[in-house]
T-cell receptor, first 114, second 116 residues
């Protein structure tokens, strides 16, 4: 399973863009990168996922490097409610050897301050 | 559209007791996953059910078991509770399973189990 590496914590000022990096240097060519976040004591919330191309939705943008060894989640205008632990996950699919489970690492604790 | 629901929200049990947790997936989702999030241990995969069958389980003892019903809802049963079973138990569902790179999992709010 491809592993991910994220900074332990980050700070961001309210209204500014939050850029959360993730390294996944052992990612396989057919594995997706997923981002979830978890606000204290709540279930994880899906944010976005991608394979090769950059993706954008109403919550965030995902920038994946050309070699796919790293990615960046961008929250364009962070608010106080974006304070959470953000998890970067390389998806283990249910093909041979995969079991359709998500493997969460330690994540990045993002603190958005006024 | 209603999200994944779980019940109960909180539960307090004593060592040796048994507990049943319940999960209702998003309408139309056939796969249900159970995860345990214990303090300091991160989120651990427990079980995956699809179309009523157990597809895979994580590295947990047999006293953790479950089932999926014809309406795709699911139960997680834990027998002979131990103190270290205290955790947030999360259920997630996805639209379909099978084949690689399948669907996004959506999580419920969790059940907080405390074992005294």
């Amino acid at each position: 399973d491809a592993k991910t590496t994220q900074p332990t914590s980050m700070d961001c000022a309210e209204g500014r863009a939050a850029n959360l990096p993730c390294n996944h240097s052992t990612i396989s060519g057919n594995e997706y990168v997923y981002w979830y976040r978890q606000i204290h004591s709540q279930g994880p919330q899906y944010i976005i996922h991608g394979l090769k191309n950059n993706e954008t939705n109403e919550m965030a943008s995902l920038i994946i490097t050309e070699d796919r060894k790293s990615s960046t989640l961008i929250l364009p205008h962070a608010t106080l409610r974006d304070t959470a632990v953000y998890y970067c996950i390389v998806r283990v699919g249910s093909g041979p050897g995969g079991y359709n489970k998500l493997i969460f690492g330690a994540g990045t604790r993002l603190a958005v301050h006024p | 559209e209603a999200g994944v629901t779980q019940s109960p929200t909180h539960l307090i049990k004593t060592r040796g007791q048994q507990v049943t947790l319940r999960c209702s997936p998003i309408s139309g989702h056939t796969s249900v996953y159970w995860y345990q999030q214990a303090l300091g241990l991160g989120l651990q995969f427990l079980l995956w059910y699809d179309e009523g069958e157990e597809r895979n389980r994580g590295n947990f003892p047999p006293r953790f078991s479950g089932r999926q019903f014809p309406n795709y809802s699911s139960e997680l049963n834990v027998n002979a509770l131990e103190l270290e079973d205290s955790a947030l138990y999360l259920c997630a569902s996805s639209l379909r399973a099978g084949g690689p790179f399948t669907d996004t999992q959506y999580f419920g709010p969790g059940t907080r189990l405390t074992v005294l």
